[in-house]
């Protein structure tokens, strides 16, 4: 399982709005249009 991550630097370590975890591209994409239409997130593997 993967998730993709999003991290705002230009937000605080702390912030709610530091990092953002999405469940699937669509999700982040989704959020991208709304939010941050330059944004990137980066897909990393869950680990149980």
Do not use: I
């Amino acid at each position: 399982m993967t998730v993709f991550v999003y991290v705002n630097t230009s937000k605080p370590v702390g912030d709610a709005e530091h990092v953002k975890v999405f469940a699937n591209q669509n999700a982040a994409e989704k959020w991208f249009e709304e939010n941050d239409p330059e944004g990137v997130a980066f897909e990393y593997e869950v680990l149980e």
